[in-house]
């Protein structure tokens, strides 16, 4: 049973920086995928960053040059970095893996930031 523990999330002001972090169980991370979403109040749910078993990394656009994800292959831990907080990043953040065939989601942590 795939389990994925959000942690990090909170108030920022604009231009200030916040990191989250994801515990992951019941994969072999060695080989997982990672990401982070995130879904605002009446939006779609979106990919912010994600970060091959190989360490390589992508982004959606809005976040290039701010926001930095990471994994710790010991701890089975994925981070997002996010620096130069806007009010548009206000939304609730999900860690993700596509496992056993299905997507696995945390529980969100919400992220608000104040301008």
């Known amino acids: 049973q795939v389990r994925l523990v959000e942690s990090g999330g909170g108030l920022a002001q604009a231009g200030g920086s916040l990191r989250l972090s994801c515990a992951a169980s019941?994969?072999?991370?060695?080989?997982?995928?990672m990401g982070w979403y995130r879904q605002a109040p009446g939006k779609q749910r979106e990919l912010v960053a994600g970060i091959s078993a190989g360490g390589i990394t992508n982004y959606t656009d809005s976040v290039k040059g701010r926001f930095a994800i990471s994994r710790d292959w010991a701890k089975n831990m994925v981070f997002l970095q996010m620096n130069s907080l806007k009010p548009e990043d206000t939304a609730v953040y999900y860690c993700h893996t596509y496992y056993y065939a299905r997507n696995n989601w945390g529980q969100g942590t919400q992220v608000t930031v104040s301008s």
């Open positions: 019941g994969v072999n991370f060695k080989i997982a995928a």
